[in-house]
C-alpha cells in the first residue's frame, strides 16, 4: 500500500517506524498497583454479583437439559407406537 505525505509518494513501511516510535511515558501510573481512588469493596461486589449470575445460569441450564432429555425420552416412546410411556404413579392404599 503506498501513502502520500505532502504530495510525495512514499510506501507505509517507511511511514510505519514514525508511527511506532511515538510513546507516551506516565511516570506517576504504576501497572503493579492499582489507583488509590479505586474502592475494593465495590469491585469485590461487582465480582460476587457476576459469579452469583453465572452460577444462576449454569444452575438453569442443567435444569433444561434434564427437562429436555426427559421430554426426549418421553416422545421417542410415543414415536414408537407405545400407549404406556408416562408412568402412572398410584398412592398406596394402606
Given amino acids: 500500500m503506498i501513502g502520500t505525505?505532502?504530495?510525495?509518494?512514499?510506501?507505509?513501511?517507511?511511514?510505519?517506524?514514525?508511527?511506532s516510535s511515538i510513546v507516551v511515558v506516565r511516570p506517576e501510573i504504576?501497572?503493579?498497583?492499582?489507583?488509590?481512588?479505586?474502592?475494593?469493596?465495590?469491585?469485590?461486589?461487582?465480582?460476587?454479583?457476576?459469579?452469583?449470575?453465572?452460577?444462576?445460569l449454569v444452575v438453569a441450564a442443567v435444569y433444561l437439559v434434564h427437562a429436555l432429555r426427559n421430554e426426549s425420552k418421553l416422545e421417542d416412546c410415543l414415536m414408537s407406537g407405545r400407549s404406556n410411556c408416562a408412568p402412572i404413579e398410584v398412592p398406596s392404599s394402606r
Wanted: glycine content about 4%; proline content about 10%.
Fill in 30 to 56: 504504576s501497572l503493579a498497583e492499582p489507583p488509590e481512588d479505586q474502592d475494593h469493596d465495590q469491585s469485590r461486589t461487582r465480582a460476587l454479583i457476576g459469579l452469583i449470575v453465572v452460577a444462576v
Fill in 5 to 19: 505525505v505532502a504530495g510525495n509518494v512514499m510506501p507505509d513501511r517507511l511511514a510505519l517506524p514514525v508511527l
